[in-house]
């Protein structure tokens, strides 16, 4: 499995970091801009991440914005979110308005911080990645 976390706190970044490397590689960006760029190379290498950790406060372009982008990105390349990485966002943020944001832009999963190893884990087999 080939993974993407980004988010902006070190701390959170490092934790999924430990939890997804014996899955597999694991890319890291510290915001939305720095993951567009390392999703569009994958795309144009024709190796898509099987999974994305996306934050969804993070400065420079936020979580809901680079999940679209993502999307468009893929569909582009004529990816359907059915068929493209699995997105899950891992925030702080577990009010309605921002889960049912994140679902309308097609992202697949939705873990509030802190992230429980065991829940996470189980949300990557409900995602069919593990």
């Known amino acids: 499995m080939k993974s993407l976390v980004v988010e902006d706190d070190f701390t959170s970044r490092l934790l999924l970091q430990e939890i997804l490397k014996e899955f597999g590689t694991v890319h890291v960006a510290v915001n939305g801009l720095e993951a567009l760029k390392a999703v569009k190379k994958e795309l144009n290498w024709g190796e898509p991440y099987d999974l994305i950790c996306l934050d969804v406060m993070m400065p420079e372009l936020d979580g809901q914005e680079t999940l679209k982008k993502i999307r ?42 802190p992230i429980d190893k065991e829940k996470f884990q189980g949300e990557l087999l409900k995602l069919k990645v593990l």
């Open 72 to 113: 468009d990105l893929e569909k582009e390349k004529g990816i359907f979110s059915t068929q493209g990485s699995k997105i899950l966002m891992t925030t702080a943020l577990d009010d309605s308005k921002s889960i049912k944001n994140a679902f309308y832009n097609l992202c697949d999963g939705y873990l509030v911080k």
